[in-house]
């Protein structure tokens, strides 16, 4: 059974770490480190403040048994993960934290291995809003679906702009009622919302960022000189981040029926068109389409679809108590262990340790 962790604990778990561990790839007196102990797994977490509101943190470790993460919703952030190891693809994420709990399971024997560069107080929305600029157009009618969902659920009932809604959910005070967490709060059509721009935040990490994660790895330098040199490279790296969100080189025309053709696959996604009738539902033919969802998302029609159900399967699997079997029924799996293999492909675990864990949480 799946341990319950407590993200803002970390030291019920971790124990206070030394500047001189040989573990570590650089460190410097003002660094926070924590060492996971041997009965718990390996490994460290290495915290490197930059400025007050701006902080590198380099995660490395391998827990010996599945771990609940549950974060209480005390913390307002946003995060750019760039993941070094991961269970499928190196991705870099954006990924903003509203002061929601949120609940995940880290696998056992996995090791996790990431830099995270952290944002805090007034240097929040200046990053949220770079980020929504570089979003297509027609995404930006799922990040106010989101955002007024949050904001709504907070009491707040006016219409806002996006920049008006990020205001009020970053800037108000923070809320830790029991259910504050977006599965529970969003509705069907503002989950869908959410799954789309997690699939608009999510970049395999390029060449360039490679780079930079080494040298960020490898830095040479001490005191003032090492926070400036990572300070710069950690900038590079979000810089880099927002250059993987260039738009697609394909006409307005294409690019709304790829949207159109993902928006079809979302509401349809129990018992979808076939690639063949999808194209030909939003005017175009398969191979452009094919095309169009890999310049886009980064996948094909199937792939973005399975990422989907995934994802709403997660949702079941927290909210709900149905069966492994009604679950993947739901998402439109007619086979358990087809479903089983996708979802520990995608999720790292099974789902039915997850949804003993997600039970965990609710306890």
Same mark, same amino acid.
Request: net charge neutral.
């Given at each position: 059974?799946? *341990?319950?962790?407590?993200?803002?604990?970390?030291?019920?778990?971790?124990?206070?770490?030394?500047?001189?561990?040989?573990?570590?790839?650089?460190?410097?007196?003002?660094? #926070?480190?924590?060492?996971?102990?041997?009965?718990?797994?390996?490994?460290?977490?290495?915290?490197?403040?930059?400025?007050?509101?701006?902080?590198?943190?380099?995660?490395?470790?391998?827990?010996?048994?599945?771990?609940?993460?549950?974060? #209480?919703?005390?913390?307002?952030?946003?995060?750019?993960?760039?993941?070094?190891?991961?269970?499928?693809?190196?991705?870099?994420?954006?990924?903003?934290?509203?002061?929601?709990?949120?609940?995940?399971?880290?696998?056992?024997?996995?090791?996790?291995?990431?830099?995270?560069?952290?944002?805090?107080?007034?240097?929040?929305? *200046? /990053?949220?809003?770079?980020?929504?600029?570089?979003?297509?157009?027609?995404?930006?009618?799922?990040?106010?679906?989101?955002?007024?969902? @949050?904001?709504?659920?907070?009491?707040?009932?006016?219409?806002?702009?996006?920049?008006?809604?990020?205001?009020?959910? /970053?800037?108000?005070?923070?809320?830790?009622?029991?259910?504050?967490?977006?599965?529970?709060?969003?509705?069907?059509?503002?989950?869908?919302?959410?799954?789309?721009?997690?699939?608009?935040?999510?970049?395999?990490?390029?060449?360039?960022?490679?780079?930079?994660?080494?040298?960020?790895?490898?830095?040479?330098?001490?005191?003032?000189?090492?926070?400036?040199?990572?300070?710069?490279?950690?900038?590079?790296?979000?810089?880099?981040?927002?250059?993987?969100?260039?738009?697609?080189?394909?006409?307005? @025309?294409?690019?709304?029926?790829?949207?159109?053709?993902?928006?079809?696959?979302?509401?349809?996604?129990? +018992?979808?068109?076939?690639?063949?009738?999808?194209?030909?539902?939003?005017?175009?033919?398969?191979?452009?389409? +094919?095309?169009?969802?890999?310049?886009?998302?980064?996948?094909?029609?199937?792939?973005?679809?399975?990422?989907?159900?995934?994802?709403?399967?997660?949702?079941?699997?927290?909210?709900?108590?149905?069966?492994?079997?009604?679950?993947?029924?739901?998402?439109?799996?007619?086979?358990?262990?087809?479903?089983?293999?996708?979802?520990?492909?995608?999720?790292?675990?099974?789902?039915?340790?997850?949804?003993?864990?997600?039970?965990?949480?609710?306890?």
């Amino acid at each position: 059974m799946a *341990k319950r962790l407590v993200l803002n604990r970390w030291e019920d778990y971790f124990s206070p770490g030394n500047v001189s561990d040989s573990q570590l790839f650089h460190a410097d007196a003002s660094d #926070r480190i924590l060492v996971c102990p041997p009965w718990f797994g390996e490994g460290y977490i290495q915290e490197i403040p930059l400025e007050d509101s701006f902080n590198l943190v380099i995660h490395d470790f391998t827990l010996n048994q599945d771990v609940v993460i549950d974060t #209480r919703g005390k913390s307002k952030h946003l995060k750019f993960e760039f993941q070094i190891i991961s269970i499928d693809s190196r991705y870099s994420y954006f990924s903003p934290s509203f002061g929601l709990k949120y609940f995940e399971i880290t696998p056992a024997q996995q090791r996790f291995f990431e830099i995270e560069i952290v944002f805090r107080e007034s240097t929040l929305i *200046k /990053y949220f809003q770079a980020f929504i600029e570089r979003l297509s157009p027609q995404l930006h009618g799922d990040v106010a679906n989101v955002l007024q969902a @949050i904001y709504r659920h907070r009491g707040g009932g006016s219409t806002l702009t996006t920049t008006g809604f990020l205001n009020q959910i /970053y800037k108000g005070e923070s809320r830790s009622d029991a259910d504050e967490i977006l599965e529970y709060l969003l509705t069907n059509d503002s989950y869908s919302a959410a799954v789309s721009l997690m699939k608009a935040a999510r970049h395999l990490i390029t060449a360039a960022m490679e780079q930079v994660i080494g040298q960020i790895l490898s830095c040479p330098y001490q005191g003032a000189v090492r926070r400036a040199y990572l300070k710069g490279k950690a900038l590079e790296l979000v810089s880099l981040y927002f250059e993987t969100m260039v738009r697609p080189h394909i006409s307005n @025309i294409d690019l709304h029926c790829i949207y159109e053709a993902a928006a079809i696959l979302r509401k349809q996604f129990v +018992n979808p068109p076939t690639v063949e009738t999808l194209a030909r539902q939003v005017s175009t033919n398969r191979l452009y389409l +094919n095309q169009g969802f890999h310049q886009v998302f980064g996948t094909t029609p199937y792939g973005y679809l399975r990422d989907y159900r995934l994802w709403h399967a997660r949702r079941l699997l927290i909210t709900s108590d149905l069966s492994i079997s009604s679950v993947a029924t739901a998402v439109g799996y007619t086979c358990r262990s087809h479903f089983a293999t996708a979802f520990r492909q995608r999720m790292g675990i099974n789902p039915k340790p997850f949804q003993i864990g997600a039970w965990q949480y609710a306890s």
